[in-house]
């Protein structure tokens, strides 16, 4: 699994996991670090990469204002 990578090969534990029982969005609790794993149809369909280019654009917008 990918935690179990995660511990083996980084010595990564995690807080929590949601998502494993529907298996279209995983989510990991690192601590510092939330990990997103998607099925490709759902990561197409949340489209984070754009939302988050969005409010930086907004907020670099702001910043220069």
């Known amino acids: 699994s990918t935690t179990k ?11 929590g ?3 494993l ?8 609790d690192l601590g510092d670090v939330l990990l997103h ?3 490709e149809i759902t990561r197409e369909e949340y489209d984070l990469e754009g939302l988050w280019g969005t409010w ?6 702001q910043q220069q204002q």
């Open 17 to 19: 996991i949601e998502g």
């Open 5 to 15: 990578s995660l511990k083996d090969n980084y010595n990564f534990t995690h807080n």
């Open 37 to 39: 794993i998607f099925h």
């Open 21 to 28: 029982r529907e298996s279209k969005w995983v989510l990991v």
């Open 56 to 61: 930086l654009n907004n907020y670099k917008k």
